[in-house]
């Protein structure tokens, strides 16, 4: 029998970013609170000290910080007739774990949605016909506009400190900024650091064209920062250790750098790490959440009642809780009826790599993972005019690399020699003297592209792992031939030696060996009922509605852009309901 | 491909490395004049797997002019102590089965070996591969004949008694890769030799006052971790 512990007000399962978004509203509300995370406890100091955080075997290929998957991982397979074989070593994405979840170890690169990707489906048949959007195509509408979740977005990057150049202010479109951006009620909150070579020489070659390039929105700090709820950041020294390192300066926003400070202290709120949830327990009608049950860190079971229960652990971990907890009617790919583990999707993500002579310096090293890059959004979402392209979707395209890690980062031409005298010649030659220019695309949703649970495989606590089905579909072939066509055209004109492009082949089955995008999406849909999602517009479960589920997995399609920036949005727009109405009479917010 | 004069590993070591080795090492014992490299007794290669390792790593990442060789930078005794890392235990990785040795390549490593066993399997297989063809073990081939088998496992295109050569050879070529160019905390890397070559300058993680320099040369060499610098 597991230790039955002190009932709460709420428990929280995951303790990144949403889960920490969640933790403040909640306990400012006054109520208890206990935050399970599956992970050790980590802060700025003394887990991400220099110079130790400086070390590309433990972090950047070893992965320290990232969820082991000797204990858990996912299978997959490329078409639901398969049989699905474990994700044994980390490759296509990095897990996060640990106290700020993928959060320590991100990128920084803080986006809104573009607004006519909230109402994709209603916006393509507005703009291009019904008859655009191939029949297993499953993407659908955001049960929330731009406009609901523009406040919010403000706050998070007020929170975060995010550097950036406003391109449309209340409407007025602003020189240096996105003009494809939807209107923002404030500038950012801090300017832009400069941007780094690579990034200038894009740039101007983006400019020739008509293009208007402006600065990615960066999640790292670049002034001294105090944030919203008081809590002070330092500026980023470009160090090129932002992805896959947790920042030594307080520079990179994470939950430990803008919001976990206000928490520590608060009696009313516990973290308990090394707590590995295994099931939300429901009571006997099957809609009513009574608490959890985890393993502790001493591997006893434990089961934690609380009220309310917000399931804040990252996309695929939500979505096979729900699948191990029976919280919802599972996807059935054959039907198309249920909705756990539905519209999984991803990213493609091509790029445009330049050979400059020797007497350009790159300088790789110097970079951060947002900051000092240069970004065009002219062919991404629906920003250009697709009726000629036969395709839905797009890419931002950016420049500026987040860090010249020597092991994984280097840049030498595909044939040039891999090993002996002729790689060493290369490696020297090109690492200060080469470029990547990504296309970072967005990934629709289909109906034979989803999440279950693995009939096979297990954790180490003997629970069926998560199944992913999954591979490209023709429509992200010609996104990415598309956007890297346009790549092309720009770094032809920088006058590299050589340049090559990285792209898909038509038919190219989705390789998980090669990273590309953490950036998992779906499985726990947003939707405007029951029968086409998991939760409603302020992401509450509809089958267990003191259930509340937030992060990537609610995303119906994905995006070209990073997945924070819209994630967080939604929990804040959420927050503010449970704040204003909710916890005054906790129900159904939304009528079924 | 620019032509270097060609050093033997072994005279290069004794000019230039034991200094280094012993800085490095303090209280390890010297193994036998005649087995490179000195001065470095492995912990998880046994005398035979050390031998195909150095010689594996020298002609992978060999001596010439562009920069240290891979023995000289300490890649092997990298690769021996990872082993004994939980690395090497296969720690990080899911290990458990069935193993689907025929799924499709793009599903990643479906082997049920760890690094450890890898190597192990591969180094005794490859040897095997090397006697049956060449009557000899592959640290004693000439080093065209070990370049053209390490080429082959490369492709693919021997079949060796155990692991595919394919994966055998992409674990070490990974591993290598790690040796030259992690911090020299791990036992590669010595002297910064690899980031030097590239021009990496290591930990210093700090370009606050080259924000506004684009395009101009970093100056500065390299830190490591514990503070070494060149």
Known sequence: ?592 | MTTVPRFNRRDFLKVAAPAAIALTHPGIPAGSAEDAPPRYVPTFFNAIEWKFINAAVDRLIPVDAHGPGGVEAGVPIFIDRQMDMPYGHGAYFYMQGPFHIDAHPTLGYQLQYTPRELYKLGIAAADSACKRTKSRTFADLPHLDQEQFLAAMERGAVVLEGPPAATFFGQLLSNVREGYFADPLYGGNRGMGGWKMIGFPGARADFTNWMNQQGRAYPYGPVSINGSKS
């Open chain 1, 1 to 592: 029998m597991p230790t039955r512990k002190k009932p709460v007000d709420a428990v929280i399962i995951g303790f990144g970013w949403t889960g920490a978004i969640l933790a403040k509203t909640l306990t400012d509300a006054g109520l208890s609170v206990v935050a399970l995370e599956r992970g050790p406890a980590r802060d700025t100091a003394p887990d991400f000290e220099y110079p130790r955080i400086i070390d590309e075997l433990k972090h950047g290929i070893r992965g320290e910080l990232w969820q082991p998957l000797a204990k858990e991982t996912v299978t997959v397979r490329h078409a639901p007739n398969e049989v699905a074989s474990p994700y044994r070593q980390y490759g296509s994405f990095v897990l996060g774990n640990g106290v700020g979840g993928a959060g320590v170890h991100w990128n920084g690169q803080l986006w809104r949605a573009s607004p006519e990707e909230l109402r994709i489906r209603s916006h393509i048949e507005q703009r291009y016909g019904k008859k655009f959007i191939p029949d297993d195509m499953t993407i659908q509408d955001y049960p929330v506009t731009f406009e609901e979740l523009e406040p919010h977005f403000d706050h998070f990057e007020k929170v975060c400190g995010v550097a950036g150049t406003a391109g449309n202010l209340r409407g007025t479109i602003r020189p240096g900024g996105n003009p494809f951006e939807g209107a923002r009620s404030s500038d950012f909150p801090q300017s832009p650091l400069p941007a780094v070579y690579s990034a200038q020489l894009f740039a101007k070659a983006a400019s020739d064209f008509g293009y208007k390039p402006f600065p990615v929105p960066a999640a790292n700090s670049t002034t001294a920062y105090t944030n919203p709820y008081g809590v002070r950041m330092g500026p980023c020294n470009m160090c090129g250790f932002c992805e896959r390192f947790g920042c030594f300066l307080y520079s990179k926003a994470a939950p430990q750098t803008t919001i976990l400070p206000i928490l520590v202290n608060r009696p009313n709120l516990e973290v308990r790490s090394n707590s590995y949830v295994t099931r939300i327990l429901l009571d006997k009608t099957g809609k009513r959440a009574t608490g959890v049950l985890y393993v502790d860190q001493d591997g006893r079971e434990v089961e934690q009642p609380a009220e309310l229960v917000v399931l804040s652990a990252f996309q695929l971990h939500n979505v096979r809780l729900l699948l191990l907890s029976g919280v919802g009617k599972p996807y059935d790919p054959v039907t198309g009826k249920g909705v756990v583990g539905k519209n999984y999707a991803y990213q493609m993500v091509g790029a445009t790599t330049a050979f400059f002579s020797q007497d350009v310096e790159i300088n790789p090293f110097i970079a951060a993972g947002a900051a000092g890059m240069t970004v065009i959004d002219e062919f991404n979402a629906d920003h250009f005019d697709h009726s000629a392209h036969g395709f839905i979707g797009g890419s931002m395209i950016y420049a500026g690399g987040t860090g010249g890690r020597p092991i994984a980062q280097m840049l030498i031409p595909p044939d040039a020699p891999r090993w002996g005298s002729g790689w060493k010649e290369a490696v020297k030659k090109h690492y200060r003297h080469s470029a990547s220019f990504v296309t970072q695309g967005s990934v629709m949703s289909y109906r034979d592209r989803y999440l279950d649970l693995d009939p096979t495989y297990k954790d180490s606590h003997g629970l069926p792992l998560l199944r992913m089905t999954f591979d490209w579909h023709s429509n992200e072939f010609k996104m990415n031939a598309y956007s890297i066509a346009r790549l092309e055209e720009i770094v032809k004109t920088m006058k590299a030696e050589r340049f090559v492009n990285e792209m898909f082949r038509p038919g190219t089955p989705y390789d998980t060996r090669i990273y590309q995008s953490t950036h998992t999406t779906g499985g726990a849909i947003i939707g405007s009922n029951p029968s086409n999602s998991v939760i409603n517009r302020y992401s509450q479960s509809w089958d267990v509605s003191n259930l509340f589920i937030y992060g990537a997995s609610a995303f119906p399609q994905n995006i070209g852009y990073n997945p924070t920036g819209l994630l967080a949005g939604l929990a804040y727009f959420s927050a503010a309901k449970l704040r204003e109405s909710y916890l005054k009479s906790p129900g159904r917010l939304v009528d079924a």
